[in-house]
């Protein structure tokens, strides 16, 4: 295969990506230094994931907005950079208050770059399954890097300098960007923003049939896959008896399987359809819970197959988004993507808060056992889509 442009594209995509989740997975890993510095409880810190996540979320549409208006290539500097930035602040947080906005902050900034991203391959690419896979992969190989170095870092010198790695990867990444990717052409470069941003069109974006069923299901895998990426570290320390830098090595293999199975679920969507995909991935993901938490013997290996299949269920991602490219119009991909991508990115942030407060109310083994509930509760809604013959 000739390298051409579009490859520099994506693979430029994907190191933008990878920036962008470091900085908040190396949060997860010193968790437990962060509540142990700062005097606070797990819900507490669920409640500071949570805004990140939130912020992240809210950040998607506003995003589609601003490359409409001024291309992707701008948008996604500026979430490199932003990140990069707020990484160092988020070290620096001197109080619980400091680091909750610290936070908020990151997820903001970190936001701007993904259906910013997505939208730009759907130019270039025509198996966007495939090109949105091999893009994900960027946050999973930010899984495998990310928790052992902040677990590493964290252990011997401090959850501060752990949360600042960001930084070493996110200014070479913004240079490369900058210097390699071309200026991209607005969309929409003269329609007025408050145009954009009128309730009537965007409720009936999302009220459309081929929306909604696609977007019920996200919801609930994100806010699964939010609770297990916020706390699997602290899960296996507390429920496991794990130590840190054991925890953070299973976080790295979890992030190992995402790795490749974004890349897997993504071609299976192409081929197979996307919701065969999606439906495969949220049953790996219900089994690997279950598994998680099970008091059985053989403990570790026990653990390493739910790691596989949590780590399969957490890749469906690659498969969902294209559904909902696939169904949006050329003019609708910036701000409509962003939209959707807001709209479960949102609500799935609650995971981070939901499963520190189960923690703290009924125990870690309750706590993640519920979150395999939600994965089957997806996949049931998928099979009785299918079963019904709806159309969704």
Avoid at 199 to 204: K, S
Avoid at 313 to 328: M, Y
């Amino acid at each position: 295969m000739t390298w051409q442009y579009r490859h520099t594209v994506l693979s430029l995509c994907t190191l933008a990506f990878f920036v962008t989740y470091f900085a908040r997975l190396a949060i997860s890993p010193v968790v437990p230094f962060v509540v142990a510095e700062f005097g606070v409880s797990n819900t507490a810190i669920g409640v500071a994931l949570s805004g990140m996540w939130l912020a992240y979320g809210l950040s998607q549409f506003p995003s589609g907005i601003l490359a409409d208006r001024y291309g992707e290539r701008r948008v996604i500097l500026v979430a490199v950079g932003g990140t990069t930035a707020a990484s160092v602040l988020l070290a620096f947080a001197p109080a619980f208050p400091a680091f909750v906005v610290a936070a908020a902050l990151l997820g903001l900034v970190a936001g701007l770059h993904y259906a910013v991203a997505t939208a730009l391959l759907s130019r270039t690419f025509d198996d966007l399954g495939t090109a949105v896979g091999l893009h994900s992969v960027g946050g999973p190989l930010a899984g495998l890097v990310a928790p052992v170095a902040a677990a590493w870092v964290g252990v011997r010198y401090g959850w501060r300098p752990a949360v600042a790695l960001a930084a070493l990867v996110g200014v070479p990444v913004f240079v490369l960007f900058a210097g390699r990717v071309k200026p991209t052409e607005p969309r929409r470069p003269n329609q007025p923003m408050r145009e954009r941003l009128r309730l009537g069109p965007l409720v009936e974006l999302l009220s459309r049939p081929a929306i909604l069923l696609p977007l019920a299901v996200a919801m609930i895998g994100t806010y699964a896959v939010q609770g297990l990426m916020s706390f699997l570290p602290t899960f296996l320390i507390e429920f496991r008896g794990y130590s840190p830098a054991a925890a953070g090595a299973v976080f790295s293999a979890f992030f190992l399987v995402r790795t490749g199975g974004q890349v897997a679920v993504g071609r299976l969507s192409d081929r197979l359809g996307r919701d065969v995909a999606i439906g495969a991935a949220m049953l790996a993901g219900a089994v690997g819970m279950a598994a998680l938490v099970a008091p059985l013997g053989g403990e570790r290996p026990l653990v390493a197959v739910a790691v596989l299949l949590a780590g399969v269920g957490s890749s469906f991602f690659s498969a969902v988004d294209p559904r909902f490219i696939d169904v949006l119009g050329d003019a609708e991909r910036g701000a409509g993507f962003g939209l959707v991508r807001t709209a479960y990115t949102v609500v799935g942030a609650a995971g981070s808060v939901g499963v520190g407060l189960a923690a703290d109310l009924f125990g870690w083994g309750v706590s993640f056992a519920s979150l395999g509930a939600l994965f089957a509760a997806a996949f049931a809604l998928l099979s009785a889509n299918e079963l019904l013959g709806t159309g969704f």
